[in-house]
C-alpha cells in the first residue's frame, strides 16, 4: 500500500455529525504534535464550545469567517453581491492559509455549503484540492458535497439521518450543537 502524506477528507450528508467527527479529527492531529487550523465559514448564533476550548488551549487554531450568520427568509437563502464577496474573500484567506505551509491540517467547515448555496464554484474548490500541498490534510465538511469535489476526495463519509432530536420540537443544545 502507498502511503500518502497528506489526505484529503470529506464529511457531508444530512445526519448529525459531519462538523463534530472533523473537529475529533483534529484533536487527533493536534495530540501528534501536528499543526492545525480550523476555519468555520458559516457560524451560528451561538459562541461554540470549540471555538472557546481551542483558544483556551491552544492546541488548534480556529477562526469563524465572514460575517457568518447566513441568512434564510422563508427557507430559502438570501444572497446578494455582498455575501458573494465576502465568500470569495474567505476561500481567498483559506486559499492563503493553506499555501503558507505552517498547518498539517486544514478543517474548511460547512465549505460544501458555500458551494451548494452557489456562493463558492465547485471547480474553486476543485482546484483548490489539487493545488495544495502534498503533506496537508484538507478535511471539507458541509451538506451536499459536490460530486466533483466528491471525486476529488481520498475520504468521504456520509453522514445519514436515521433520526433527529430537532424534528421532536427540541432546539439547539449547548454541548451538542454548538
Ligand atoms: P455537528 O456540528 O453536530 O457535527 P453537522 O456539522 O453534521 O453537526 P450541520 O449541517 O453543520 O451539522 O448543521 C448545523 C447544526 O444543525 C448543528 O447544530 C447540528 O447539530 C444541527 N443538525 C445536524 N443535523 C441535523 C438534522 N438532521 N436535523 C436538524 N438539525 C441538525
Ligand atoms: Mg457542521
Not at 7 to 19: C, H, I, M, P, R
Not at 27 to 52: D, T, Y
Amino acid at each position: 500500500m502507498k502511503k500518502k502524506k497528506g489526505q484529503v477528507l470529506v464529511n457531508t450528508g444530512n445526519g448529525k455529525g459531519k462538523t463534530t467527527a472533523a473537529l475529533g479529527l483534529a484533536l487527533r492531529a493536534a495530540g501528534h504534535n501536528m499543526r492545525v487550523l480550523v476555519l468555520q465559514f458559516i457560524k451560528g448564533p451561538w459562541m461554540s464550545g470549540e471555538v472557546k476550548v481551542c483558544r483556551d488551549l491552544a492546541c488548534i487554531d480556529i477562526e469563524q469567517l465572514g460575517s457568518g450568520f447566513i441568512k434564510f427568509e422563508q427557507g430559502k437563502l438570501v444572497i446578494d453581491h455582498a455575501l458573494k464577496k465576502e465568500a470569495q474573500k474567505a476561500l481567498a484567506y483559506a486559499k492563503e492559509k493553506m499555501m503558507e505551509g505552517v498547518y498539517d491540517v486544514i478543517v474548511l467547515d460547512e465549505i460544501n455549503n458555500m458551494v451548494d448555496y452557489g456562493l463558492i464554484e465547485a471547480n474553486q474548490l476543485v482546484e483548490m484540492i489539487e493545488n495544495k500541498p502534498e503533506n496537508l490534510t484538507l478535511v471539507l465538511t458541509g451538506r451536499n458535497a459536490d460530486p466533483r469535489v466528491i471525486q476529488a476526495a481520498d475520504t468521504v463519509t456520509e453522514m445519514k439521518e436515521v433520526k433527529h432530536a430537532f424534528s421532536r420540537g427540541i432546539k439547539a443544545v449547548k454541548g451538542i450543537e454548538y
